[in-house]
């Protein structure tokens, strides 16, 4: 085992390379879990943080009402029965402050400081054949050599931009969801301009109709979104829970989304209308991503996908007292094909005089300007909005972005971004061939955001981590995924998509929220137990499917 001398909290800018056994690429849920785990078989570990703190996804996305929509209870770690029965949520959805609160916890309780670097940007990581290692570069001159690359870089991490002509004229601030200032933002008295209307921008519009005295939102798409129906947690039920805790996280991990939300296991067909009306209206109640659970065919079923549908605009049309507006806030696309967002009190947010809906989805923003920006075909009749701040809600290049970020250079030099310019191809989300000791936590062609993603990293966390064990007890140099493994599940992750109606928008699923990216299913949609009984089966029978040298 090689010798670490990782344990800096400053950037090094030595330029003689360092060593251990394990680079770590990011500190939110999945590079914390990594490096406590690695730590615990014996490893010497360093994580590379690009922000000044940890926490991921929670450490970037500060914009008002950034919330969770996996119940906390469940959206937590499980491997330590301490941590989850110390620690106090104080909502059913935690609030960004309270996870990053909570991240910072782990880092403290598990003293994981000491190995982790911020301020510190991976920008290449190159696989050295003769030594058979990966020789890791900052941007603050660090250069170490490791056996294993994880990249724990996030599904949402690299924030979509848009390419608007005039980008950086505006004379006010501007603002990206994902990127989000740690200083308060305070808009009051303010005209604010927000392009959008994801997740992100559907939390964020209520708290900052509030706050402004103008919202103008542009929608280019509308979204489903169902009440979250936030609230404080019941001391009672938290005892109850926290009574038995691992039986409510042995039933998570035996439903589709790793997390238990008591789902119908019914298709709609096999329902008479009264009782398809009695479960809509009781999922509705429930609020969150409980809906999810409301048929067990609603994804792949078109008659179902209607009726859930058109029970949601219905919502939505009570919810808007303007029924232009109603109308505009409709979504025609297929439920759940793009991510189902949850709120608190966003449709009724466009009853306040104060916000004002702009639909895109015919005339596209054509500039942003010193004034605002401009919504036309780019002729002089464009219409001008003038706003003191701008918003955008934009979303993300999911899934790919952050890895192509990085200069990922495997065998034969080859890079990452060049062999998955058609698409992402792994093996089980975890690893791409070519690419020796690289893993990816819940990388393209795994559940990860089909799932309560917390669970999913966890359960890859502990896989890479029984890789490598199995690879130190047998004394083995590298594992890397066989080209023909890999084409088999990049096959299967786009059947099984197929079977579903996920295909039938332009989704981030997709990669077609970014221009010119390739249109590919990434994520596995298969759900989160068959795909743990896959990686368990591939374990038990010597990583079938994985080269070991
Ligand atoms: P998003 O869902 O991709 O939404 C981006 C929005 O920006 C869309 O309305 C999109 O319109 C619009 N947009 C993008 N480029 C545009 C352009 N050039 N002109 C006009 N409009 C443009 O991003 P997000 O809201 O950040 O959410 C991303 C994902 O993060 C979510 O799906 C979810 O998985 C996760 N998330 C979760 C939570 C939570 O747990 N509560 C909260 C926030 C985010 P189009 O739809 O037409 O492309």
Known sequence: MSVSSASSNQSSNSSTARTVDAVIVGAGFAGLYMLHRLREQGLTAQIFEAGSGAGGTWFWNRYPGARVDVESMQYS?????????????????????????????????????????????VESAVFDDSSKTWQVSTDQGDQVNAKYCIMATGCLSKANKPDIAGMDSFNGPTYHTGEWPHEEVDFSGMRVGIIGTGSSAIQAIPEIARQAEHLTVFQRTPNFSVPARNK???????????????????????????????????????????????????RWQMGGLNFFGVFVDFLVTQETNDIVADFVREKIAERVNDPETAALLAPNTVFGCKRICA???????????NVTLVDISKTAISAITPEGLKVGDGSSEDKAYAFDALVFATGFDA?????????????????????????PLTYLGLCSAGFPNLFTISGPGSPSVFTNMVTSIEQHVEYIGDIIAYMTDNKLATIE?????????????????????????????????????KRVFMPYAGGFP???????????????GFTLT
Request: charged share 25%.
């Open 77 to 121: 770690y499980q491997f330590s029965e301490e941590l989850q029965q110390e620690w106090q949520w104080s909502e059913r959805y935690a609030p960004q402050a309270e996870l990053l609160e909570y991240l910072n916890h782990v880092v403290e309780r598990f003293g994981l400081a000491p190995d982790i670097q911020f301020n510190t940007r």
């Open 232 to 282: 404080p947690l019941d001391p009672e039920e938290v005892k109850n829970v926290k009574q038995n805790y691992g039986a409510l996280r042995e039933a998570g991990q035996q439903q589709f989304g790793a997390f238990d939300a008591d789902s119908n296991t019914k298709a709609a067909a096999e329902m008479s209308p009264e009782e398809i009306k009695a479960e809509l209206n009781k």
């Open 343 to 353: 709120d608190t009190d966003y449709f009724e947010t466009y009853n306040r005089d």
């Open 399 to 423: 899934m790919t972005g952050s890895l192509n970020k990085i200069d990922i250079r495997g065998c034969d030099g080859q890079t990452l971004k060049e062999k998955w310019a058609a698409g």
């Open 481 to 517: 995924a066989s080209n023909e493994a890999e084409t088999q599940w990049v096959a299967h992750v786009n059947e099984v998509a197929s079977y579903t109606l996920l295909n039938s928008c332009n989704s981030w699923y997709l990669g077609a929220n970014i221009p010119g990216k």
């Open 530 to 544: 068959p795909y743990v009984a896959k990686c368990n089966e591939v374990a038990a029978k010597g990583y079938e």
